[in-house]
């Protein structure tokens, strides 16, 4: 239980009615705006003399790092913890407030915001402390706050996402802390669909300017997409490769192999995602152009940027525009998807041509020569198959040497075959480094001297609240496969040391009974002399001969 | 089950709302909301056992219980609701007047108010223009001291007793001079926000919240209002509060719209065998 000691508050912080005194949102989730994909969003709509208003749970370091960017920036909050934890980080900076309570029951009017960021939805807006309002009311609320010519920055979650259907829990039937109100479901207000969410922009006034999407999960959204309808097939790859690739389907469990998969091949990744990203104005003017964008987190904390434009897709990294525009082949495929298949149909020839293929094209590859060299992506996530050859769509150098990265990029295939519970040919009982070994030798590499280090790497990320099902049932049948044959490896083992123990016992006991009988015989023949050496015969022998012996003896001296 | 129940004769109050008697109440299985809180429903030290139902006045006490970590909530309305409904008026009562003053209290038993009489009083005058009936609360009742500043204020001061301790002793009649009392006056007043306001208030009493609002000595973190209802509920601070913003407030407080039929109330206090079998007796 979270005690409050209301009068610790920093004097930055202003109560209103709705203060929640007892719960953290911070502690429980860290709200929109985490990813460094959707920080850019939030970074294209700042100006220098704006007045900001952040409201609802966001991460900490977004809002101090808001607050020496924008003139004025005030956080609504509804709980008081959260309220002291960011007044107390806002203290020492100027044109910042945090107010604390309902922003639907706020005493009077703030004077309004140039732009108003709300990436966490309206679930966690909404104040226990008043009367229940739904989304569309706390929506208003919000909107509210917003400026003549203003602009809203919102996110909605999608409650038909990939991360809701792949979800281990239905959000329907938790009864958890959180949900001691179920506006976040039972809420008819709700927008579902991205025309609701639009016309719900449109009754209050707002032009939407860009519509994004925000893949693969709502807590998790490495990838936001832009202009999704007017995507090329070479933006639905990208967009696919991003999000298939993400750190989020390194966990076991987590989807892909299922629903998300079924979904890029189906084209309908966009219908899928987990929410939406609008950026709304208020008040006249038109739509901008609808922009084809991806921006997505790479594992390495990188936000890249595809935007395309005249049919070349340009690419940004960090912010920094690449010279070349990226190559996406018509009609071609992740490296990943083709491995992952003929692993499953155990089409060993065609995995070894595409296991060579990918250590000979890596061993084509620049390796890095300076610092300042950049290091590309080579997971096979990151690598398209075109006719003619594999294409990085990250191309920078390698780190090391051609083989050290073959033997990275097979490390990672480990791990996304075992977190998704992938078939694959080898026998159940192989283990990870005798698969990757194997998967060596299949690319014509050298032996690796420590292979453990390599597969031993996991994922330091957070557990992800959405799993899918069948997906872990999946990595749970294959783990049963495993378990199977290694106790059936145990028995055989067990029989034939039985087996063995058997053949000692039988021949220890015919040895013990072959020498029973010998001494048995041995027994006999002494007992058979000591019975001549008692016999009348021979005692009476024994004196007749006797002298006679002695006789001979002397005589023969 | 809880001794709680009875301190106010809240167990009592349903009983007879039921048609089972008021002397006799059978057990509840679980402890009923004794008075107003802007926490979880109960106060410090009063955690209910788990599994055992928790009955509150107030939905907003099931979600902030529920957001600590804390599940089978029954909302009810309170007591004192059943209690105005169940009691009638008298036929020839005076016209209201005056006003009924409620200082901030503490338990004997947990925590105790530290504060300036003199000045309370100085602002009750400033204020209040008709006649001023001080309820205090048995603990200061009974320190002569406090009771003959008040009195020498020419207040008339008055007390609705104890609640008794352990399910011994107590003012039966307590809820049932408070209402008596409270319908006798055309104001409520108190130096801070507290059961007495939100029963004035709803029964449309002109509320006012007002004057020192006196220490908690001895308080438990969290459990302090200080500071923080001034901010939470503006609308019901201050000498002139609006009287229908009020009684709304006060309505949601209470949890007027949440009353149970007596049907129902036998149900989910587990008094079903003990109203069929009274049933079956008077049939």
């Known amino acids: 239980m979270t005690a409050t000691v209301t009068s610790d508050r920093p004097a930055n912080v202003t109560l209103v009615k709705g203060a929640m005194q007892r719960w953290s949102d911070l502690e429980h989730a860290p709200g929109g705006g985490a990813s460094a994909a959707a920080r850019t969003y939030v970074e294209q709509q700042l100006r220098p003399d704006a007045r900001v208003a952040l409201v609802g749970p966001h991460p900490l370091d977004l809002i101090t790092g808001l607050a020496g960017q924008v003139a004025h920036l005030t956080v609504f909050t509804r709980s008081i913890p959260d309220a002291v934890l960011i007044g107390n980080a806002l203290l020492e900076c100027e044109g910042t407030e945090v107010v604390c309570g309902s922003v639907a029951h706020l005493p009077e009017a703030p004077e309004p915001f140039d732009l108003v960021i709300a990436l966490d939805d309206m679930a966690r807006v909404l104040s226990l402390e008043t009367e229940v309002l739904d989304w569309q009311e706390v929506f208003d609320a919000v909107r509210a706050l917003l400026a003549d010519g203003g602009t809203l920055l919102l996110g909605v979650e999608n409650e038909l996402g990939l991360h809701r259907i792949g979800s281990l829990r239905s959000r329907y039937t938790s009864n958890d802390d959180a949900t001691w109100s179920a506006t976040a479901t039972f809420d008819t207000g709700r927008p579902r669909t991205e025309a609701a969410l639009t016309g719900v922009l449109a009754d209050a006034g707002l032009v939407v300017r860009r519509l994004g999407i925000g893949l693969p999960a709502w807590e998790d959204q490495a990838v936001i997409a832009t202009g999704t309808r007017s995507f090329s097939p070479q933006m639905d790859t990208l967009l696919a490769a991003a999000t298939l690739g993400s750190a989020a389907f390194r966990r076991v469990g987590a989807d892909p192999t299922r629903v998300t998969r079924a979904a890029v091949l189906s084209g309908r990744l966009p219908d899928l995602a987990s929410g939406w990203f609008v950026v709304a104005g208020a008040g006249s003017g038109a739509a901008d152009e609808d922009v084809a964008t991806i921006t997505a987190t790479t594992p390495s904390g990188e936000v890249v940027t595809y935007t395309e434009r005249d049919g070349a897709i340009l690419t940004e990294r960090d912010g920094v525009a690449v010279a070349e525009p990226v190559e996406v082949p018509t009609g071609s495929r992740l490296l990943s998807e083709h491995v992952l298949d003929a692993c499953a149909v155990h089409d060993l020839p065609a995995l070894r041509s595409l296991l060579r293929r990918y250590a000979g094209w890596l061993a084509g590859r620049p390796t890095r020569t300076s610092a300042g060299d950049r290091v590309g992506d080579i997971r096979m996530d990151a690598v398209l198959v075109a006719d003619d050859g594999l294409v990085a769509l990250d191309p920078g150098v390698l780190r090391g040497s051609a083989e050290d990265a073959a033997w990275e990029g097979l490390a990672d295939l480990v791990r996304v075959i075992r977190a998704r519970g992938a078939r694959h040919p080898w026998p159940s009982a192989t283990d990870d480094r005798t698969m990757m070994s194997i998967m060596g030798a299949m690319a014509e590499l050298a032996p690796h001297p420590d292979l453990e280090a390599l597969v031993g790497t996991e994922s330091r990320e957070p557990a992800l609240p959405a799993y899918d099902v069948p997906g872990l049932l999946a990595v749970i049948e294959r783990l049963t496969e495993t378990n199977t044959a290694l106790a059936s490896r145990a028995q055989w083992f067990e029989d034939r040391l039985n087996t063995r123990e058997r053949e000692m016992r039988l021949r220890t006991a015919r040895h013990d009974e072959e020498l029973k009988r010998v001494v048995r015989q041995q027994e006999l023949l002494r007992s058979s002399a000591e019975d001549v050496r008692r016999s009348i015969t021979y005692r009476a022998g024994n004196l007749l001969i006797g002298p006679v012996r002695k006789v001979r003896d002397r005589g023969g001296r | ?283």
């Not at chain 2, 209201?96 to 602002?123: C, K, M, N, Q």
Request: charged letters at 25%; proline letters at 6%.
């Open chain 2, 1 to 283: 089950m809880d001794s709680s129940n009875h301190w106010y004769r809240h167990a009592h109050i349903w009983s007879q709302y039921c048609g089972l008697g008021f002397d006799y109440p059978p057990r509840i299985n679980g402890v009923i909301q004794h008075g107003w809180t802007f926490v979880h429903g109960f106060g410090a030290g009063h955690e209910p056992p788990h599994g055992f139902t928790k009955y509150v006045w107030a939905d907003v006490n099931r979600r902030r219980g529920q957001a600590v970590g804390w599940r089978d909530y029954y909302v009810t309305g309170a007591p004192m609701l059943y209690l105005d409904r169940i009691t009638p008026h008298e036929p020839d009562a005076p016209e209201p007047e005056g006003t009924i003053w409620y200082p901030f209290h503490g338990t004997v038993d947990y925590e105790a108010v530290s504060g300036d009489h003199d000045r309370l009083i100085d602002e009750i005058k400033e204020t209040e223009t008709g006649p001023v009936t001080m309820c205090l609360y048995y603990v200061e009742y009974e320190i002569p001291a406090v009771r003959a500043k008040y009195e020498d204020a020419g207040f008339r001061v008055i007390s609705h007793g104890t609640r008794g301790v352990k399910w011994t002793g107590g003012n039966p009649r307590f809820l049932s001079e408070q209402l008596g009392e409270l319908r006798r006056h055309r104001r409520i007043a108190s130096n801070r926000l507290s059961s007495a306001i939100f029963y004035g208030s709803s029964l449309g009493l002109q509320p006012a919240v007002y004057g020192d609002p006196m220490d908690l000595v001895g308080v438990k973190t969290g459990f302090n209002g200080t500071d923080l209802l001034e901010h939470t509920y503006p609308e019901l601070h201050g000498r002139d509060i609006d009287a229908r913003v009020a009684r709304e407030v006060a309505d949601v407080e209470l949890g007027r719209d949440a009353m149970l039929s007596p049907e129902e109330m036998v149900l989910v206090l587990g008094w079903e065998q003990e109203w069929l079998m009274r049933r079956e007796e008077s049939a």
